[in-house]
Every structure is written in C-alpha cells, then in structure tokens.
C-alpha cells in the first residue's frame, strides 16, 4: 500500500466502470475516491498522483505535495503531483484504489472505442461507410480483443503482473482509438485529449515493468 494510498473499504469497484464508460474520466475518478474513504491522496508507486483538481482540493492534509501540471479535459482540470515520502511500502500487492483505476481505465477504454466507432459511422470512403471497411473492422477487432484480456485480467482478482498486462492492453486498445479519429483526435478539445490522459493515469499508478516485461 503506498503512504499516502487509499485503504482497503467494502465497495464494488468494478461500478467505476460503468460510470467512465457513461462519464468520462473526471466523473469515475471523483467516484472511484469517494467510493473508497474520499480523505486520502492516491499516490502511485513513484509518488506521483493524477486526479481531478477537484479531488486534489478535498485532500490536503498533507500539505507537502507538489503540482507538477495541469491538463485541461473540457470544463474540468486533472492535476499531476508529486508526494514526498509516497511509494510502495510493506508487500506489493495491489491495493483497492489500483485495482478500482484497473475498472474506471477499462470503461474509458470502452467508451473510447464507442465514440471512435460512432465518428467513423457517420463518414464516407468512394460511398463506403468508413466503419465498414475492412483494414477498420480488423482494428476494432483487435481493440475488442484487447477490452476482453482486460476484463478477464480484472476478472480473476488481479496481481502486480496482471495489473501491467492489463494497463499495457489498455494503452493499446487506446491508441487505437485515437488513430480511428483522425485529425479530430488531436484537437485541443477532442477526445483525444481523454485517451492521452486516460494513458498517464496507467503511468502513473500502474506497476512498474520487471524484469521481462516490456
């Protein structure tokens, strides 16, 4: 558990999907701290934290943390901290707020690849919808395939090994995501600036690659 990390607490925590998948990230983040005590400052296994200011604003005890960036999703503000003293202490087992994040990060992924099927859905190629054509379908396939190892990963009560394999299929099924948007990924108001930062919350409180792992 990390020093400044979120206590074991009786909850679902797979609801936190449900909420990214309709929400967005700000809303199951807020969730998924609320659901798990709402005090503490989640701090990953450097010490660094990634939430909404919102969040960051009700957890400041501590008085120590250091704002390192701001990223800006619509209306809403993430934050990036750094926790002086934060890290991994005691066994490496993954605690509650890590395998609650391994939830909300598959119901972004899936909301993701919704919304990139839905943009494509609504385009042309030579009078082809863009959905349907084939070299699409295979990445969607391969992004759904990514979506089932991950869910089957959280599913069987996930380790430190597991939790990376599964922020890497994540990663993966993400930036599909946002190669199938295009252009319209990359704008300041986009859905891309969502993907990019539902990858920095995996770098931030994923485990770290052992030996092997790539």
Known sequence: MNATGILAAPTDLARGRAVA??????AALTFLHAELGGALLPAGPSGHAFVPETVARR???FGTERRL???RLGPDTMVALYVPGAGPVGDDRPDTWSIGLGWVRLGLAERFLTQAAEHLRGRR????????LPPVRVLLADAAAGLAEAHALLAGGPDATALYRLHRALDEAGRVSLHLFGATGFLADGPGSEIRAAELLGETYGPPATEGQS
């Open 21 to 26: 998948r309709e929400a967005g990230i700000v």
């Open 59 to 61: 957890c400041d005890a």
């Open 69 to 71: 960036a701001e990223v």
């Open 125 to 132: 190629v030579q009078q082809t919808v863009t959905l349907n």
